[in-house]
């Protein structure tokens, strides 16, 4: 997992890097250029020889990474035009030095060319006389992360004349340096007007507007560049927020991976709790994808009156099972007893999906089988609703973790308020009831009892249909089943495993998606891409 770093945070790391290990700042200002210019030439096939570049510089750090990075793609054959926001004398330090070679490099080339001007932003945005689709490159490198305010209004219509060149059969790529100007490095919603990059390169750590939504729609593909900080300096920070990596995949398979001696309980058992009279298929997509999703052996408990519907379509493997049912076929609370009889042998229970909540003997149902749990128990949809406004806590040996949508997550809360800062009602919720909260959305977030919270970045609109929930709470299950399966259950490995289950759902669900399309895959097919998803994590 990666820290995600305030703006104040990253300034402290690169003081820090300074100061500990003596690396100059404008060392740390050329391989952030270098990082980026390798960025750029990944993304045009390996070189930028023969290519026209139009770099905006303003007049702080930002710009001097970009003064630095227009001299290093110059000598790998470019042709590069750059103007800077200001004068020279009104920038400082390591930028003013990269902009004084600027000068002196534009006065005197040969084969390709470097130009360099200083121009005010009303001058340039009307007397600049060339079209931004000439350029094969147009980066911007105006304000970074140091951006607290919308940007002037002489300059904004910089976003709108930029956005023009996506008009054209061979649009330029975009690129920002740290983040697309005109954002907030720390806030996740726009400030104003800003850039819409197709790739952002940032350095050492990301920032919030790097990664969650609705800024981090404008950083396009991003990269994550080290310069040269100590990896300790990052993991002593004090952020409490953090990206999921495919590496916490790597370290869950690993530590779950198949044995010469493993069998179907080392492989990890559950019991999926699911399903009502009108809502059979919820409990066939969650048991499904449980086991789909490589655990050992799988039961699904059902009312009885639709044990044979689910029997007749589960996965052949999967074992179910009918419990007493109130006479609209759902849960009835006198199944509670059988229920926690038959999930103390599981490793895992879910329960939730397809459940229906308006009965009061459901409601009573799930409130005693959560009450009086013996196991981990994953919580879902109408289970989440049946217990709302949420008042329980979860424990160490027997945790909690919940699964609800900005909607779910409202009535848990017991208000009808808008939920404005996900981040921090999350990690709010997580902390007062001990219990790990999946707060599921564009961008779904996983928080901790002791106050991680961990950002998912994988996923797309794709599973904005009917049936991806339950998809999600068999994946979550089946990954915690494997995990019980060879260790003892506490928060810490409860929480790890569900970040890693919420990145290889989402991944899969982004495979899905270019098979077969957002508006054409479904649940099914996001189960049916979890082996390529793993794959793709592992090569």
């Given amino acids: 997992m990666q820290k995600v770093l305030t703006s104040e945070l990253m300034r402290a790391v690169v003081r820090r890097t300074r100061g500990k290990d003596g690396i100059a700042s404008i060392l740390l200002l050329e391989n952030a250029a270098h990082a980026a210019v390798r960025a750029i030439t990944e993304k045009l096939g390996g070189s930028v020889e023969g290519k026209s570049v139009l770099v905006l510089c303003g007049k702080g750090n930002n710009g001097g990474d970009g003064a630095a990075l227009a001299r290093i793609l110059w000598t790998q054959g470019a042709n590069v035009d ?5 004068k020279i004398e009104e920038t400082k330090e390591d930028a003013r030095v990269n902009f004084e070679i600027l ?12 130009s ?25 490198a105006l304000f970074g992360t140091g951006l607290t305010k919308p940007i002037d209004i002489s300059m904004q219509r910089l976003p709108q004349i930029f956005s023009t060149a996506k008009k054209y059969s061979q649009p330029p790529l975009f690129v920002s340096i740290d983040l697309p100007s005109g954002l907030n490095a720390d806030l996740s919603e726009s400030i104003g007007e800003h850039f819409q990059a197709d790739l952002t390169v940032t350095f050492t750590a990301p920032k919030l507007a790097n990664v969650f939504p609705l800024a981090s729609n404008f950083n396009g593909e991003l990269r994550i ?3 040269g900080s100590p990896d300790e300096l990052i993991e002593n920070s004090p952020s409490q927020t953090f990206v999921a990596e495919k590496e ?5 398979l690993d530590k779950t991976r198949v044995k010469t001696d493993s069998y179907k309980k080392t492989r990890g058992t559950a019991l999926i709790v ?7 298929g919820a409990a066939i997509l969650a048991a499904n994808a ?7 052996m799988i039961s699904v408990g059902v009312p009885e009156s639709v044990q044979g519907i689910v029997a007749a379509k589960v996965l052949d493997e999967i074992i179910t099972r009918g419990f007493s049912e109130t006479k609209d076929g759902a849960f009835a609370k006198s199944a509670a007893g059988d229920v926690l009889e038959f999930g103390g042998k599981m490793n895992v229970v879910a329960f939730g999906c397809g ?16 009450e009086n749990r013996k196991t981990p128990m994953v919580i879902d949809a109408d289970g989440l609703n049946a217990l709302a406004p949420f008042d329980l806590k979860g424990s160490d040996k027997a945790p909690l973790i919940l699964t609800p949508h900005i909607g779910e997550f409202q009535r848990l809360l017991g208000t009808k308020k808008e939920v404005t800062d996900r981040i921090k009602s999350a990690r709010d919720f997580a902390q007062k009831h001990n219990v790990i909260l999946v707060l599921k959305g564009t961008r779904s977030l996983i928080a901790a009892p002791g106050g991680k919270v961990v950002i998912n970045p994988t996923g797309s609109a794709g599973i904005s249909r009917a049936g991806s929930g339950d998809t999600l709470t068999g994946i979550i299950t089946g990954f915690l089943a494997q995990t019980y399966g060879v260790e003892e259950p506490n928060l810490k490995n409860t929480f790890e495993t569900v970040a890693a289950a919420l990145y290889v759902a989402g991944l899969a669900g982004d495979i899905a998606a270019e098979i077969f399309s957002e508006r054409l895959m479904s649940a099914s097919d996001i189960r049916g891409c979890l082996n390529k998803a793993i794959e793709k994590i592992k090569n």
């Fill in 225 to 227: 560049a080290n310069i």
């Fill in 248 to 252: 916490d995949v790597l370290t869950w």
């Fill in 116 to 140: 360099f001007e200083v121009t005010r932003e009303d001058d340039w945005l009307h007397t600049t006389g060339f079209e931004i689709g000439k350029f094969d490159i147009l980066v911007d």
């Fill in 274 to 280: 699911a399903g009502s009279k009108n809502y059979s």
């Fill in 290 to 296: 449980c086991f789909g999703s490589g655990a050992g």
């Fill in 103 to 114: 000068k002196r490099l534009s006065q005197n080339n040969e084969t390709n060319t470097i």
């Fill in 82 to 86: 750059v103007y800077l926001f200001g």
């Fill in 355 to 370: 459940l229906t909540s308006n009965d009061e003997s459901t409601r009573k149902f799930a409130r005693e089988i959560v």
